[in-house]
């Protein structure tokens, strides 16, 4: 019954590979996200979709390439993963965007080594 | 565009004193604004929010004012008890997007027994 799920809940690789990160909710909203959260806890969105829709791209590298294939799904592919690509990656989901609550997934911690 | 300010980034309180944490915005329209809970090692979790038309609202031992003329909103929390341990973020929804929140850089409480 987990509204917002990511996987997988750690991820350690090496410098140079590729990596991808799932986000699924079955709360039926229209909007998700996906934020990165580094060492100092600072929340930066970096992408938002709306329907399919890719309405927020936020300035991230062109190696962060989202993907949803449904309303319900919101994927992040990472290419040539970087040390300061280290972090938590939380996907959320909310009903109609920004004015409403969002529902947060339990994060992704992502260790570059 | 719009900016949210959040201080102070650190606070420590007794166990059962009070704690308020303040956020600035520049955007006058803006018109939504929610207050996020993370606990270590947890996904943020929306508390308590109001809306433009409200100055102030309860639920329980927390609460949040809103000035729109000075342009901030303030989280207050009564009777602090340890499980109040956690950051809080603060946001605001700019004029125009339906999408986007505008986060602050968080506070850490500590509740100290």
């Known amino acids: 019954d987990t509204a917002v799920s990511q996987t997988p809940k750690y991820l350690v690789t090496q410098m140079g590979n590729d990596k991808s990160i799932k986000c699924e909710q079955n709360?039926?909203?229209?909007?998700m996200y996906w934020y990165k959260q580094d060492s100092k806890k600072f929340l930066k969105i970096m992408f938002s979709y709306n329907n399919k829709e890719l309405i927020i791209n936020e300035t991230v590298p062109n190696r962060f390439s989202p993907k949803s294939p449904d309303k319900a799904h919101l994927n992040l592919h990472i290419n040539s993963l970087e040390l300061g690509d280290s972090a938590v990656y939380f996907c959320a989901s909310s009903p109609i965007g920004g004015g409403d609550e969002q529902y947060f997934g339990p994060g992704t911690r992502l260790t570059v080594t | 565009g719009e900016n949210v300010e959040q201080h102070p980034s650190t606070l420590s309180v007794q166990e059962g004193d009070s704690a308020v944490i303040k956020c600035t915005y520049s955007d006058s329209a803006s018109n939504y604004f929610p207050w996020y809970k993370q606990e270590l090692g947890k996904r943020p979790q929306l508390i308590i929010d109001?809306?433009?038309n409200v100055g102030e609202k309860k639920d329980q031992r927390i609460a949040v004012t809103l000035n729109k003329t000075a342009k901030h909103f303030s989280l207050h929390i009564t009777e602090t008890q340890p499980e109040d341990s956690a950051v809080y973020f603060c946001?605001?929804?700019?004029?125009?997007?339906?999408?986007?929140?505008?986060w602050g850089a968080g506070t850490k409480l500590i509740i100290k027994p």
């Open positions: 109001i809306r433009s």
């Open positions: 946001a605001c929804k700019p004029t125009g997007s339906n999408y986007q929140l505008i």
């Open positions: 709360l039926g909203h229209d909007t």
